[in-house]
């Protein structure tokens, strides 16, 4: 049995909580900068800035750049958590920090970057490139040989059709079906989805 600690005391480290039960490993405490509970589910909560954070850990947040801004800031060695009831190919490539939930499925030469979120009941399919700190949403499917830029978010029950690049730290809407390339740092939406506006990144 591993000993996981989490980064984050929010609604997305009580799913990674129960992914860490279903595997029969255990969480053995969860740090907050700004801590709102003592402890969740029975787990005690610790602010980070006032104890010594120890790992394997997970950063259990669901923003995108707030999590990589505290996966930097870490020292810690990072753990992955797949749920049992998720498929992952053998020749898929998960990344470490990242979090696969309940029923995703990942495909075959599919690759995960550090940190990411393939949330509830996600496709990732074959050869897909899913940069670092990627969400892809609940429900949301990548067809095959997409590539997800750093930072992107994948709204829920969206579909890529195959070959599509999705720019870096871009926003697609949840519902949207995306038919052609999306460029850095936009948000958009649609279907077909059609870039919206700009967003800093």
Not at 15 to 35: H, K
Not at 65 to 70: F, G, I, N, Q, S
Not at 174 to 183: N, W
Request: glycine content about 12%.
């Amino acid at each position: 049995m591993a000993k996981i600690n989490l980064f984050g005391a929010s609604g997305h480290a009580k799913v990674i909580m129960d992914i860490i039960a279903a595997r029969a490993d255990s969480v053995g405490c969860l740090y907050d900068d700004n801590p709102r509970f003592d402890a969740i589910h029975g787990v005690p909560v610790y602010a980070a800035r006032e104890i010594e954070l120890e790992g394997p850990l997970i950063v259990s947040i669901g923003a995108n750049p707030v999590r990589k801004l505290v996966a930097g800031r870490v020292p810690q060695e990072f753990a992955t958590a797949i749920h049992p009831s998720a498929v992952v190919s053998p020749s898929a490539c998960i990344g470490e920090g990242t979090v696969v939930m309940q029923g995703a499925v990942v495909q075959a030469d599919a690759r995960i970057g550090r940190h990411c979120i393939v949330n509830t009941g996600a496709s990732v399919d074959h050869e897909c490139k899913v940069e670092d700190y990627v969400h892809i949403s609940p429900h949301a499917t990548l067809c095959g040989n997409v590539h997800v830029g750093e930072g992107a978010w994948i709204g829920a029950g969206s579909v890529v059709i195959p070959g599509v690049r999705i720019g870096k730290w871009c926003v697609v809407g949840a519902g949207s079906v995306v038919v052609r390339d999306i460029p850095d740092g936009v948000v958009a939406y649609g279907s077909p989805c059609r870039s919206v506006k700009k967003i800093a990144f």
